[in-house]
């Protein structure tokens, strides 16, 4: 918009130069981190072992280096992810699904922690207060529930709903036992956009999963997958509105397209999700076979001897279309992290082939992790590799309720902020200069929907012309 004011010429837009667009890009992750089970990391680039010192803390290498894991200003896998340049874009990530923590308070208190000392902002990360169960209440060897953590910053948790079969968490074990083929309680939290007022088009959910494990040729494994997934699939179809934004992720123990669970969850139908490495649905694809070559950057497990793919993000048709109107996911960015299909089958991720981070990160925190690192911390952090993938939610459009001038100053008055949302105003005399050239005047950070914005000693008024613009970030 173009406003004439005092013989001065303002420009004043949104984040892209167009008020009627405004989104947030959420970086999402689902990562199996094995936390419930003791693991002996030898690490090929040093001589000594590394072992986690029982079964529950996080592994070394996940949130701080193998050899300094109290080090968490170092950081590790969990905020190398952040500085991993998609798409040419970077950020911390926004959700982390977790499978096979121990417990809320031993494994992802840790975590958090950790990540709100690499960046420095206490509070920014917290996560689901509900306590996840797994069958047989034991979990250890890797039976640990799943768990979630989030940037406060940027999302807001509505709540935390465990999926369990009928009859409840008794139930939960497999198909063979006369259970229900669910081992490990399925989780489905409800997500928004922090700092703004939930509605329809923002409101979206994550279910998280970790089917039963073992080779396809043994029934109950079949069986016991298809068990969780009819489940899933239900309670979507069932207790969701029909058009609601999910993501289903996590570890399901298969890479095989004509598994039973595979076909249920991506059957056409209310919610119907979709598999964004086979969005034709072709049920005969077995991305765990060794070749054609094209099947290796989807492979997440093991670190050290890639031959599976175990773990996913799928979604429903209308995130990976890109429908108007909610979650979308921004093509081209899901991937395995730390695997571009320069590893060998049945290589490790620290191989020195790997050329998956190189030349692919930015400083994104306090210090820098550089891909050599980090090839050494996803051998040690985990035996799998995470899944990532980028969004778009969108956000309420500021208005400039009005402004003016008083005296150099120049103050605007907005409205339908975000709260927690970092507004800047950028000046520039010509209008066709690149705006990385742009000058900030102020930048403050909104703390509620309506706040004042004053750009001190902003004008000049001998100047023949002067635009501004306001980005909100």
Not at 43 to 54: C, D, I, L, R
Not at 326 to 332: N, P
Not at 414 to 420: E, F, K, M, S
Not at 429 to 455: E, R
Request: glycine share 10%; hydrophobic share 40%.
């Amino acid at each position: 918009m173009r406003f004439v004011f005092g013989g001065l010429l303002f420009l004043i837009g949104g984040a892209l130069m167009n008020p009627a667009v405004q989104a947030r890009t959420l970086r999402i992750a689902a990562y199996n981190i094995e936390a419930d089970i003791s693991v002996n990391n030898v690490q090929p680039t040093f001589t000594n072992n590394v072992s986690s010192a029982a079964a529950g803390p996080p592994l070394p290498g996940l949130i701080a280096p193998p050899t300094a894991t109290n080090n968490f200003a170092a950081g590790g896998v969990l905020e190398g992810i952040g500085e991993e340049v998609v798409q040419g874009h970077a950020q911390p990530v926004d959700i982390l699904a977790l499978e096979e923590t121990t417990s809320n308070p031993i494994t992802v208190t840790p975590i958090v922690n950790a990540l709100n000392i690499f960046y420095g902002v206490p509070g920014m990360y917290s996560n689901s207060t509900y306590q996840g169960t797994e069958s047989g209440s034991n979990p250890g060897s890797g039976n640990g529930p799943n768990a979630v953590v989030y940037n406060t910053k940027t999302v807001q948790l509505l709540s935390s709903v465990p999926v369990d079969p009928p009859g409840g968490p008794s139930q939960l074990g497999g198909v063979s036992s006369g259970y229900s083929g669910e081992y490990r309680e399925v989780m489905r939290y409800q997500f928004a956009p922090a700092g703004v007022a939930t509605n329809a088009a923002n409101i979206f959910y994550i279910y998280v999963s970790h089917y039963k494990s073992g080779s396809s040729s043994t029934a109950n494994n079949v069986n016991s997958r298809e068990g969780e997934a009819v489940i899933v699939r239900s309670n979507m179809m069932t207790t969701l509105p029909v058009g609601a934004r999910i993501l289903h992720v996590g570890d399901f123990n298969t890479g095989e397209a004509n598994e039973l669970m595979y076909g249920t969850l991506t059957a056409p139908g209310t919610n119907q999700l979709i598999d964004p490495l086979n969005p034709l649905r072709d049920l005969t694809t077995n991305w765990d076979n060794s070749s054609p070559a094209s099947l290796l950057p989807a492979k997440t497990d093991s670190v050290i001897a890639l031959e599976y793919r175990d773990d996913y993000q799928m979604m429903t048709t209308n995130v990976y279309f890109g429908t108007s109107g909610g979650l979308a996911l921004i093509a081209g960015t899901y991937h395995s992290f730390g695997n571009n299909g320069t590893t060998a089958y049945l290589g490790s991720a620290n191989s020195g082939t790997n050329t998956s981070l190189n030349n692919r990160l930015v400083t994104n925190g306090p210090a820098f992790i550089s891909a050599a690192q980090l090839y050494v911390d996803l051998t040690g952090g985990a035996d799998h590799l995470p899944v990532v993938a980028d969004y778009t939610i969108p956000l309420p459009v500021p208005v400039i309720s009005s402004f003016n001038l008083a005296g150099t100053n120049l103050v605007m008055n907005l409205a339908n902020c975000a709260t927690g949302g970092v507004f800047t105003v950028l000046m520039s005399t010509n209008l066709i200069t690149p705006l990385t050239n742009w000058t900030a005047v102020v930048t403050n950070i909104s703390p509620g929907s309506s706040f004042t914005l004053t750009a001190t000693n902003a004008v000049n008024a001998a100047a023949p012309q002067q635009f501004y613009l306001l980005q909100e970030k």
